[in-house]
C-alpha cells in the first residue's frame, strides 16, 4: 500500500481604509492538491479459514481551486441609527479529476504467506471524471445599531455552475442552480 499527497496554498488578505466611512477588503486563497494512491485490500475469508482473498485499487486525485471575497464596507449614522453596511461578491472555482482502476490481487494464505506476488498487477479503469465547480455570490447586509440592539438584515444572490465528465462512457452532464436568500436578526448586548 502507497499514499502520496501533494498540496500547495497560497492566499492573501488585503484591507485599504479610504476613510472614516470607507474600507475595501479583498481575500484571496488558490489551491492545488493531488493524491495517489496503491492498495492491495482484504475481500474475503475463503472456507478453509486461512486464505484471503484482494483486489487491487489505484486511484489518481488532484484539485485545483480559486476563491476570492471582494467587500466594500460603510460605516455611517442616520439620526441615532448606526449602520455597518457591507457589499460583496464572491467566487469559487474548483477542477477536480479522479482516475480509478481496479482488479483482482492473488490470494494470501495468512498462516503461510508469501509475500510479493502483488506487484505487478492489471487493473482495469473503473472512474475517469472531471468535474468543474463555478460558483459566484452576490451579497448586501446592514448592521443597525441603537444604544444595546443591533439589527441585521442581509441578502444574497447564489448561482452554482456544474460540469461533471465521465471520459470513460464519454458523457457530459451540467448542473445550474441560483438562490436568493435573506437573514434577519436581533441582537441584545449585554
Not at 493524491?35 to 472456507?47: F, I, K
Not at 478453509?48 to 480559486?66: C, F, V
Request: hydrophobic fraction near 30%.
Amino acid at each position: 500500500n502507497d499514499s502520496v499527497q501533494k498540496q500547495a496554498r497560497l492566499g492573501y488578505e488585503f484591507e485599504h481604509r479610504f476613510d472614516d466611512m470607507w474600507t475595501l477588503r479583498h481575500n484571496l486563497r488558490y489551491l492545488d492538491l493531488t493524491t495517489a494512491t496503491r492498495d492491495v485490500t482484504t475481500s474475503g475469508l475463503l472456507p478453509d479459514g486461512h486464505t484471503i482473498t484482494r483486489y487491487a485499487l489505484g486511484q489518481d486525485e488532484s484539485i485545483r481551486g480559486l476563491t476570492s471575497d471582494l467587500q466594500l464596507q460603510a460605516r455611517f449614522e442616520t439620526g441615532p441609527l448606526r449602520h455597518k453596511a457591507l457589499f460583496g461578491f464572491d467566487y469559487a472555482y474548483s477542477d477536480w479529476k479522479q482516475i480509478r482502476n481496479f482488479g483482482g490481487a492473488p490470494s494470501i494464505d495468512y498462516l503461510n504467506p508469501i509475500y510479493g506476488i502483488a506487484t505487478n498487477l492489471r487493473l482495469a479503469p473503473i472512474t475517469n471524471q472531471r468535474q468543474q465547480l463555478d460558483q459566484p455570490g452576490f451579497y448586501l447586509q446592514d448592521q443597525m445599531s441603537l444604544d444595546r440592539w443591533t439589527l441585521v438584515l442581509s441578502g444574497r444572490h447564489d448561482s452554482v455552475n456544474m460540469t461533471t465528465d465521465n471520459h470513460l462512457n464519454l458523457t457530459r452532464q451540467k448542473q445550474t442552480d441560483d438562490a436568493y436568500s435573506g437573514r434577519i436578526g436581533l441582537i441584545y448586548n449585554f
